[in-house]
């Protein structure tokens, strides 16, 4: 590095990183919808089951913004209903979500065809085990007319029982997916959940050896091509677990590939191009085997709807772009201190401008490190002498929220400049600036001293 006439800080050229970004779909469409206004557990021997039976609860629900209605909330009415409503641990039960009547209807005045509404939704269990079961429906609804009511409908899924005693299911939130001219989703959630339990089952042990195993899903439907997070519990700790999707009794091509943690659990994602898929799965082992899995939970692909006789659909797509940061300039000049007195050179950090267009659900993190500060004749000043106190701001918009690092010592060691935090999505643009102080010993010899801070983008 040139020398620096005055106490400065030069800062080496940017790395850029670059993200794989996710693919987006961008798809628009019609046949939105509208909110109408609106102790213990016993032993089997002890308990009794007791029939299924509807119940109501508040609903929030966002339609499209293409109806340009907001929020609006509504009564839910629905009712679950089981295959087996006296089990035994180790049994797999197939659970039935119907929506008898939706907090929803039909907000334009097209009406709507026949069969072009995918619902998707989830189940909560509670009492002897805790789960979350992910159902989906087929496509298939009676015509709506224009401002007309929405239809009832029906959604199945399964879970696996795992403790013996009295298990209660709830209705939870909902997702009706249109694909009609252009593809919408409405989701509707419980605004005070849990629902009302709408069905008790009671399992007993059959003293058999239980797989525990289970996933989640973070969405039960999806246009072909979309990748769809699971999440696993139970698994092995430190085995590959496979991801696979389901069309019926037969597995797809559609694979990923994850490790369990310590713990047993996993995170990862997979995507789903087969438009036959009615499931998912995780599994230990070179094929799918239930005592070594979990799953199917139900997972519906969507798309391909009707374009009616005079109609044209339109399509495009969001490219995913790459995590990078530009600065205003590569020179700090610190003011000067005096022999004898020293203190704090003071300065500030050249603008340091981030820009994360990759559309995925990673955060980023900036850091810093300095090099010791070297003078005439191998005087020096270490790094740990050099403070910086951040500072981020997000520009509106964005769908991430910058943070700035805390403020003290940079060193050589390094230290956070500015980082945002993962999320479901991700992005934006931030603007990064920090003051920085260099505490100068006072018999520090007098010259000109020169460092080189290095920002790493994660």
């Given at each position: 590095?040139?020398?620096?006439?005055?106490?400065?800080?030069?800062?080496?050229?940017?790395?850029?990183?670059?993200?794989?970004?996710?693919?987006?779909?961008?798809?628009?469409?019609v046949g939105a919808l509208v909110v109408a206004g609106g102790g213990?557990?016993?032993?089997?021997?002890?308990?009794?089951?007791?029939?299924?039976?509807?119940?109501?609860?508040?609903?929030?629900?966002?339609?499209?913004?293409?109806?340009?209605?907001?929020?609006?909330?509504?009564?839910?009415?629905?009712?679950?209903?089981?295959?087996?409503?006296?089990?035994?641990?180790?049994?797999?039960?197939?659970?039935?979500?119907?929506?008898?009547?939706?907090?929803?209807?039909?907000?334009?005045?097209?009406?709507?065809?026949?069969?072009?509404?995918?619902?998707?939704?989830?189940?909560?269990?509670?009492?002897?085990?805790?789960?979350?079961?992910?159902?989906?429906?087929?496509?298939?609804?009676?015509?709506?007319?224009?401002?007309?009511?929405?239809?009832?409908?029906?959604?199945?899924?399964?879970?696996?029982?795992?403790?013996?005693?009295?298990?209660?299911?709830?209705?939870?939130?909902?997702?009706?997916?249109?694909?009609?001219?252009?593809?919408?989703?409405?989701?509707?959630?419980?605004?005070?959940?849990?629902?009302?339990?709408?069905?008790?089952?009671?399992?007993?042990?059959?003293?058999?050896?239980?797989?525990?195993?289970?996933?989640?899903?973070?969405?039960?439907?999806?246009?072909?091509?979309?990748?769809?997070?699971?999440?696993?519990?139970?698994?092995?700790?430190?085995?590959?677990?496979?991801?696979?999707?389901?069309?019926?009794?037969?597995?797809?091509?559609?694979?990923?590939?994850?490790?369990?943690?310590?713990?047993?659990?996993?995170?990862?994602?997979?995507?789903?191009?087969?438009?036959?898929?009615?499931?998912?799965?995780?599994?230990?082992?070179?094929?799918?085997?239930?005592?070594?899995?979990?799953?199917?939970?139900?997972?519906?692909?969507?798309?391909?709807?009707?374009?009616?006789?005079?109609?044209?659909?339109?399509?495009?797509?969001?490219?995913?772009?790459?995590?990078?940061?530009?600065?205003?300039?590569?020179?700090?000049?610190?003011?000067?201190?005096?022999?004898?007195?020293?203190?704090?050179?003071?300065?500030?950090?050249?603008?340091?401008?981030?820009?994360?267009?990759?559309?995925?659900?990673?955060?980023?993190?900036?850091?810093?490190?300095?090099?010791?500060?070297?003078?005439?004749?191998?005087?020096?000043?270490?790094?740990?002498?050099?403070?910086?106190?951040?500072?981020?701001?997000?520009?509106?918009?964005?769908?991430?929220?910058?943070?700035?690092?805390?403020?003290?010592?940079?060193?050589?060691?390094?230290?956070?400049?500015?980082?945002?935090?993962?999320?479901?999505?991700?992005?934006?643009?931030?603007?990064?600036?920090?003051?920085?102080?260099?505490?100068?010993?006072?018999?520090?010899?007098?010259?000109?001293?020169?460092?080189?801070?290095?920002?790493?983008?994660?």
């Amino acid at each position: 590095m040139r020398p620096i006439t005055h106490p400065t800080i030069r800062r080496s050229a940017v790395r850029r990183r670059s993200g794989r970004g996710r693919r987006l779909a961008a798809a628009l469409g019609v046949g939105a919808l509208v909110v109408a206004g609106g102790g213990g557990l016993a032993t089997p021997a002890q308990a009794t089951v007791t029939a299924s039976v509807p119940v109501d609860f508040p609903t929030h629900c966002i339609p499209p913004d293409i109806a340009g209605i907001p929020p609006i909330d509504g009564t839910t009415k629905a009712e679950i209903t089981v295959d087996n409503a006296v089990p035994e641990v180790g049994d797999t039960v197939t659970v039935t979500y119907t929506v008898v009547q939706p907090a929803a209807g039909n907000p334009v005045d097209l009406p709507l065809p026949a069969d072009i509404m995918t619902p998707t939704g989830r189940v909560a269990v509670g009492g002897a085990q805790s789960a979350s079961v992910t159902v989906t429906g087929p496509k298939k609804n009676a015509p709506v007319p224009g401002k007309g009511a929405f239809p009832s409908f029906s959604m199945t899924g399964t879970f696996t029982v795992t403790a013996p005693g009295r298990i209660t299911l709830s209705p939870g939130d909902y997702n009706i997916h249109t694909s009609y001219i252009m593809e919408l989703d409405t989701p509707c959630t419980v605004t005070d959940p849990p629902a009302p339990v709408s069905e008790t089952i009671i399992a007993t042990d059959g003293g058999g050896q239980v797989n525990e195993r289970s996933i989640r899903l973070g969405a039960g439907s999806g246009a072909a091509g979309d990748a769809v997070t699971v999440t696993g519990a139970k698994f092995t700790p430190g085995a590959a677990v496979t991801l696979a999707g389901r069309a019926g009794d037969r597995q797809t091509a559609d694979t990923a590939t994850v490790t369990a943690d310590a713990t047993g659990g996993f995170s990862g994602r997979i995507t789903v191009d087969d438009p036959a898929t009615t499931g998912i799965v995780a599994y230990e082992g070179d094929a799918w085997d239930a005592a070594r899995g979990a799953g199917p939970q139900a997972y519906t692909v969507t798309g391909g709807g009707e374009v009616p006789d005079g109609s044209q659909r339109l399509t495009t797509s969001v490219r995913a772009g790459t995590l990078s940061m530009v600065q205003d300039g590569d020179t700090v000049d610190l003011s000067a201190v005096d022999f004898g007195r020293g203190g704090a050179a003071r300065g500030s950090l050249r603008t340091v401008t981030v820009e994360d267009y990759r559309g995925g659900p990673a955060g980023w993190s900036l850091t810093g490190k300095v090099t010791d500060f070297t003078g005439p004749g191998g005087a020096a000043i270490g790094a740990s002498a050099l403070r910086w106190t951040p500072a981020c701001a997000t520009k509106p918009g964005s769908p991430s929220t910058c943070a700035a690092g805390s403020a003290g010592p940079v060193g050589g060691a390094g230290a956070t400049l500015a980082s945002t935090p993962n999320g479901t999505a991700t992005g934006g643009e931030f603007t990064v600036d920090a003051r920085l102080a260099l505490d100068v010993p006072a018999y520090t010899a007098p010259g000109a001293y020169s460092g080189v801070l290095t920002l790493t983008l994660t």
